[in-house]
């Protein structure tokens, strides 16, 4: 699916590496695609994301790695993914208010998409 294509182009424009984002907001207009994104960017292995997800505390607000901290865009409508960028940008600055991940993140990763077309990019405070 595009989204492997878009994730591996991004890591190969950047010195950076999935240990690198501090934050994640991807597309869950299907819920299946924010699973795809996270094996796609390469947070864990193909096949490996119910491990990586456990018990849910890795993506969890105060987590390591915390996932649409805006509670996602199931039910928000067809803007395919503008919302994430709004929300990574929200906590970037740090004004998130009661979701704001306490550990204010520096690089955030917003995928967008990911069956045909897809497209993902990094944003980062630093």
């Not at 018990?55 to 901290?69: H, K, M, S, Y």
Request: charged share 15%.
């Amino acid at each position: 699916m595009a989204a492997h294509d878009a994730a591996a182009a991004l890591w190969e424009h950047t010195t950076l590496t999935a240990k690198d984002v501090d934050m994640a907001q991807l597309y869950d207009g299907f819920s299946f695609l924010t699973v795809m994104w996270l094996e796609a960017l390469g947070f864990c292995e193909h096949g490996q994301v119910g491990k990586f997800l456990g018990d849910g505390e890795r993506i969890a607000l105060d987590g390591p790695l915390p996932l649409n901290t805006s509670g996602g865009q199931l039910s928000g409508g067809r803007l395919h993914g503008m919302g994430f960028l709004h929300e990574a940008c929200v906590q970037l600055w740090g004004e998130g208010g009661d979701r704001q991940a306490p550990n204010t993140p520096e690089v955030v990763v917003v995928g967008v998409g990911g069956g045909p077309v897809a497209g993902t990019m990094l944003i980062s405070s630093r």
